[in-house]
């Protein structure tokens, strides 16, 4: 029997339009998906109404985001809905990767023993929304107006105007603050007169989930040219519930109005899962349309209103950073416009929010970008050389690195107007670094019990202390009751690792953290501490006796002058990682540029450059390996259960 998730049903929200004169609104939020009901959740835990406006009359149905990364899980336990979204989801921590009929590639996402979850996890899109749904039907401070459609914009210095659809007619609101996030063809964005910009990739994939009672395990497994479908690109994973997504490539030859028919991708599915040698019946649950895009908005903050998800920015989605994204989104702006809001800083706090967001997108298309080159290559040369990295791999595992999908990670802020200098050569995690979290244990009376770093600090800052003296002790708890009024309400909790608390104001407000390794993890030295902002990145790190300036710096939407954070790479690499990747995407780019009648010619020109810089035992290897690229293992369809 289906499974297949059909959301509830909501009626049409009835609501008056604002008196002329009564007080505006402080925050509406346009779009209720992921990222607008997320940013209604972190500012009504601040003690902020929202009005949620929400065209539609339920969630979305059907195949879109299926994973889900450590960090959104994180972010979903401070927003109040991690643990109901944890009991439905598929956890899972690696995949494979097939050229034709060979396993050209086996990753694993790190999975380590001071890990509170699991690296990613597969749930759909429509279940993980409405169990946020369920969270903000329950708080009092969020009002959501179902079938209520955004229509028009008028702005003001001090306010926005809106004009609503809904199934009663037009209705106005006015508000301080306007928090765009009605998805990628976001209406906010026309009213506002603004543009997308960037890259949209050449590759169309079909997308649909079956209902199939597979026991093959939760993993992600790609064939590249498979036998079941020559040249094409195949993708699954499980979801709960025995719902597998399935998505494919099409070739830029067939038509996708034919190919997107039922009758079509049935016959597609079938023929693949015949070559996995299926004997179980399945059933089409849904189907889609899907093709890349790397486009961003130059600017996230526009006076009053605030673009967060996929109203700002669009990712390829093989690196599965739409969703993952927009939660980072709704985190930061949840704690930066809170601050405004309730005229604790700056609006340049706001500017912040732009340039740490952008820079966010940049790095995560820098990643998701080179996955979507191996996913989809949209030219002759990413096409030719992708081909050539496949069938290298099969024998030569270094090269199956190449078409390592990179899954989402958390980014950084290193370039954030807030994040402090820090002194050169400086190691470990660094400021606008993300502060993963780990098991601890809290230190108590009659000895200590088990907790993580993120249910310590809980959804607000933290300041943490490393070796602290009883006065260093007593210095750190002053300084985050400093921070704690000049925030207020936002929470501030103040931490010591490995200290003498007993200075610290008799303590019922310093934790203590019996945890020996996360200095080393963390590489921070006695005598140090480290403010962690509420969406889980380091604001500074500096002596305890510094910690003074923090509120200020904050207020102001600034940080000190300093040395700044070095840059840090979008990806960590080996050199010889590096190297490979240089020569992939360089060989690529020469070869799209070369006239085609001459493509042959250059690469023996270029082959001859460099064989002759090589050794003659070398360049006797490398013929032989670009010449047999044979499969040497056993033939291996699909991982076994
Ligand atoms: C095939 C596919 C696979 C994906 N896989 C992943 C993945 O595995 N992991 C991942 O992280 N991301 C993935 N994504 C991306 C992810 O789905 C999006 O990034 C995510 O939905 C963005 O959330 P959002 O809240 O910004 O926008 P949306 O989810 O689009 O929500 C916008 C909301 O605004 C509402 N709205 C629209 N217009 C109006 C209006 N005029 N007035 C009022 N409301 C309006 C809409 O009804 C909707 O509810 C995938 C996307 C696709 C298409």
């Not at 902020?48 to 059907?62: H, K, N, R, Y």
């Not at 026309?190 to 997308?207: D, F, H, K, M, S």
């Not at 079941?228 to 109005?257: C, F, V």
């Not at 207020?488 to 008799?506: F, K, L």
Request: hydrophobic residues 45%.
């Amino acid at each position: 029997m289906s499974t297949y998730y059909q959301p509830r049903k909501y009626p049409a929200s009835d609501f008056a339009s604002m008196q002329p004169g009564a007080e505006a609104l402080p925050v509406v939020v346009v779009g209720a998906g992921p990222v607008g009901m997320a940013v209604a959740l972190g500012l009504a835990q601040r003690g902020i109404p929202v009005t949620i406006l929400e065209a539609a009359d339920q969630v979305s149905f059907g195949s879109r985001a299926i994973c889900i990364s450590r960090h959104s899980l994180e972010a979903a336990a401070r927003l109040g809905f991690g643990a109901e979204l944890e009991k439905i989801v598929l956890p899972w921590v690696g995949g494979r990767s097939f050229y034709r009929d060979q396993q050209v590639l086996h990753f694993r996402m790190p999975q380590r023993e001071f890990d509170v979850r699991p690296p990613m996890i597969n749930v759909s899109q429509s279940e993980y929304e409405q169990i946020v749904v369920d969270t903000i039907e329950q708080n009092p401070l969020i009002t959501l107006h179902w079938q209520a459609s955004i229509a028009g914009i008028l702005r003001d210095d001090d306010q926005v105007t809106l004009e609503v659809d809904t199934a009663f007619g037009k209705r106005h609101l006015r508000a301080a603050w306007v928090v765009a996030a009605d998805g990628g063809r976001s209406r906010m964005r026309e009213l506002a007169g603004l543009r997308l910009e960037g890259t949209n990739y050449e590759g169309r994939y079909v997308i649909a989930d079956i209902h199939w009672e597979s026991e093959l395990p939760a993993e992600r497994m790609v064939w590249f040219d498979p036998p079941s479908n020559p040249g094409s690109t195949i993708i699954m994973h499980k979801q709960p519930k025995n719902i597998w997504r399935i998505d494919y490539q099409l070739d830029p030859s067939e038509d996708a109005e034919i190919e997107t028919r039922e009758d079509a991708i049935r016959a597609r599915i079938t023929k693949h899962l015949d070559w996995l040698q299926n004997d179980l019946p399945w059933t089409l649950e849904w189907h889609g349309f899907y093709s890349a895009r790397a486009l961003a908005l130059r600017e996230f903050t526009h006076d009053r209103i605030l673009f967060a998800g996929d109203a700002a920015h669009l990712v390829p989605i093989f690196g599965v950073r739409g969703l993952n994204s927009g939660m980072e989104d709704a985190e930061t702006l949840a704690w930066q416009l809170a601050a405004v809001v309730h005229g604790n800083a700056d609006r340049a706090l706001l500017q912040a929010y732009s340039i740490e967001r952008h820079d966010a997108w940049e790095q995560n298309v820098a990643n998701a970008g080179k996955s979507t080159l191996i996913m989809s290559p949209g030219t002759h040369g990413y096409r030719t050389t992708r081909d050539a990295v496949l069938a290298l791999a099969v024998n030569r595992p270094e090269f199956g690195e190449l078409i390592n999908p990179r899954q989402s990670s958390a980014t950084h802020a290193r370039l954030s107007p807030l994040t402090w200098p820090v002194a050169e050569g400086l190691a470990g995690v660094l400021p606008g670094d993300p502060v993963e979290d780990r098991r601890v244990r809290v230190a108590a009376a009659g000895g200590s019990t088990e907790s993580s770093l993120n249910a310590v600090r809980s959804n607000g800052f933290a300041v943490v202390g490393f070796g602290l003296d009883a006065a260093g002790s007593a210095a750190l708890s002053a300084a985050a009751a400093d921070l704690a009024a000049a925030l207020a309400p936002e929470s501030v909790r103040a931490v010591v690792v490995g200290a003498d608390s007993s200075g610290a104001d008799g303590s019922d407000d310093v934790t203590v953290l019996d945890a020996p390794d996360l200095a080393e993890a963390l590489g921070a030295t006695p005598g140090e501490a480290f403010v962690i902002r509420p969406d889980g990145l380091l604001l500074c790190r500096v002596p305890v006796g510094a910690l003074s300036g923090v509120a200020a710096a904050l207020r102001a939407g600034t940080a000190p002058e300093g040395p700044a954070v070095p840059a840090r790479p979008a990806q960590i690499l080996t050199e010889d990682e590096q190297r490979r990747e240089n020569v992939w995407l360089g060989l690529s780019d020469a070869l799209d540029q070369v006239d085609p009648s001459d493509r042959e010619g250059f690469l023996v020109r270029l082959a001859l450059q460099l064989g002759s810089q090589a050794g003659h035992r070398e360049f006797e290897e490398a013929i032989a390996a670009a010449t047999d690229t044979s499969p040497v293992s056993t033939r291996e369809l699909a991982p076994q259960a």
